[in-house]
T-cell receptor, first 113, second 115 residues
Framework: QKEVEQDPGPLSVPEGAIVSLNCTYS??????FMWYRQYSRKGPELLMY????GNKEDGRFTAQVDKSSKYISLFIRDSQPSDSATYLC?????????????FGQGTTLQVKP | DAGVTQSPTHLIKTRGQQVTLRCSPK?????VSWYQQALGQGPQFIFQ?????ERQRGNFPDRFSGHQFPNYSSELNVNALLLGDSALYLC???WGGGGSTDTQYFGPGTRLTVL
């Protein structure tokens, strides 16, 4: 069993739709949770960073962490064609100060005009 | 302000050969991590360098080795290449003194093809 599970998709939605992306994990020691966006042939770009449980909002993006269920989500409101990319969830493994990240497989999103 | 840079962009090697990939961290960053991303998969942690020493290592064989220079740039070396080493190799940098804040910046990657 992988430490972080993420549905690879692909997920196809019409422009303006609300997108929900999710990851589950097995290691209860994870404390830091991130979402990265990766365009084709590019490196991952940090979108959202959350510590422990709770919600965090940044513009059209909202990240949620439910540590009791070992489940994290990323919501994209008013999705745009430019949001078409692969979305990777990542988590910080202990010891926290080294910054080693455990990634999900990534979900490919296509937003159609 | 230049971000993380990596060279070369693409590389084609044959089985059994050796390869060296290079990374320059973002200005102000002193910690470099290397990740391997196979097609359709998420990045997998190879190792991390801080103060010119390997600080943590993922589940990769000894064929994968690295180095960090005094200017914080880094190299990833892979010996005895296998077909399965074909992947996008990503370098990420951060400031090691950042504590709990984990703003890692990734480079564009080097795409390695092993024939």
């Amino acid at each position: 069993q992988k430490e972080v599970e993420q549905d690879p998709g692909p997920l196809s939605v019409p422009e303006g739709a609300i997108v929900s992306l999710n990851c589950t994990y097995s290691n209860s020691a994870f404390q830091y949770f991130m979402w990265y966006r990766q365009y084709s042939r590019k490196g991952p770009e940090l979108l959202m960073y959350t510590y422990s449980s709770g919600n965090k909002e940044d513009g059209r993006f909202t990240a949620q962490v439910d540590k009791s269920s070992k489940y994290i989500s990323l919501f994209i409101r008013d999705s745009q064609p430019s949001d078409s990319a692969t979305y990777l969830c990542a988590m910080r493994a202990p010891p926290s100060n080294t910054g080693k990240l455990i990634f999900g497989q990534g979900t490919t999103l296509q937003v159609k005009p | 302000d230049a971000g993380v840079t990596q060279s070369p962009t693409h590389l084609i090697k044959t089985r059994g050969q050796q390869v060296t990939l290079r990374c320059s961290p973002k200005s102000g960053h002193d910690t470099v991590s290397w990740y391997q991303q196979a097609l359709g998969q998420g990045p997998q942690f190879i190792f991390q360098y801080y103060e010119e020493e390997e600080r943590q290592r993922g589940n990769f064989p000894d064929r994968f080795s690295g180095h960090q220079f005094p200017n914080y740039s880094s190299e990833l070396n892979v010996n005895a290449l296998l077909l399965g080493d074909s992947a996008l190799y990503l370098c990420a940098s951060r400031w090691g003194g950042g504590g709990s804040t984990d703003t890692q910046y990734f480079g564009p990657g080097t795409r390695l093809t092993v024939l």
